[in-house]
């Protein structure tokens, strides 16, 4: 484990969004969605793609609000431009389990 700095940390856009819209990616290497992801006026809409399909359906992504880092380049993903990092970790079958927050708060706001 590498150490990183207080500052670091700070430098660091963790903010809450929600999913306002998924689309399934086909020309993903591994099966994904498009995310279309709502981080209130100050940031925006910005989309992302995420390996979470064996997990969530689309249905079930609708409207839920997620943690994502928000201040990456944009990433080129097949034909796609991913604006932002989606963040979850590997359950014991290494599929994705998305980071939320336990109760609804603003659209954008920073991890604290």
Do not use: H
Request: include cysteine; glycine fraction near 6%; hydrophobic fraction near 45%.
């Amino acid at each position: 484990m590498q150490l990183i700095t207080w500052k670091q940390f700070e430098d660091v856009e963790l903010r809450v969004g929600t999913i306002v819209e998924v689309i399934d990616f086909p020309e993903a290497r591994k099966p994904a969605y498009k995310l279309k992801i709502d981080f209130g006026p100050e940031i925006g809409i910005r989309w992302s793609s995420a390996q979470i399909t064996v997990l969530y359906t689309k249905e079930a992504l609708q409207n839920r609000q997620i943690v994502a880092v928000v201040n990456f380049p944009e990433k080129q993903i097949a034909n796609f431009k991913s604006q932002c990092l989606v963040t979850g970790f590997a359950d014991a079958d290494g599929n994705i389990v998305l980071t939320a927050v336990e109760r609804p708060v603003p659209n954008g706001t920073k991890i604290a």
